[in-house]
């Protein structure tokens, strides 16, 4: 990533140097971090994949025998993709997709509002980041030298 911002224009001009280093680094770690968390969140629902099949089919989400095993699926290895910078495109996008629904789900299913949905907004806003820059130098597309 390149750094967009004239030296000059910084309020603390000293540190451009120290931002332009740690560019790559610091959307690598939030990435890896919004991946691992995936993972985690993915990991009960990989370990009984039906479990969430009434949950899918209260959102009109018919077979609930085929939606709940890829909601784990895409949680779980969405999240590890994420983490890995494999396929990050996709992964991000099957991930920003199934937090659409979450926030769907908590605004309008539960009558949550904004105050419910705040989170998975914030996790879709993150997920879609990664949606448009895909993996980075640090990543495994990138040492594979392919991307989406």
């Known amino acids: 990533m390149c750094n967009l ?6 309020f603390l001009p000293m540190l451009g140097g120290l931002n332009s280093r740690l560019d790559a ?3 690598t770690l939030l990435r890896i971090i919004c991946g691992l968390l995936l993972v985690t969140h993915g990991f009960p629902k990989i370990m009984n994949p039906f479990g969430t099949i009434g949950m899918v ?3 009109g989400f018919y ?4 939606w709940s095993p890829l909601l784990a699926a895409t949680e779980f290895f969405g999240g590890l993709f994420l983490a890995l910078g494999l396929l990050t495109r996709p ?3 099957a991930t920003t997709t199934v ?3 979450t926030v769907w789900f908590n605004w309008v299913v539960q009558s949550g509002g904004y105050s419910n949905s ?3 907004i914030l996790w879709a806003a993150m997920t879609l980041f990664f949606v448009i820059r895909g993996g980075n130098k640090y990543s495994v597309d ?3 030298g392919r991307s989406f």
């Open 5 to 10: 911002t004239p030296r000059n224009s910084l």
């Open 57 to 59: 089919e209260s959102l």
């Open 142 to 144: 990138a040492w594979i």
């Open 118 to 120: 705040e989170t998975s």
């Open 91 to 93: 992964a991000a996008l």
């Open 25 to 27: 680094s610091a959307e």
């Open 99 to 101: 937090l659409l629904v």
């Open 63 to 66: 077979p609930g025998a085929l």
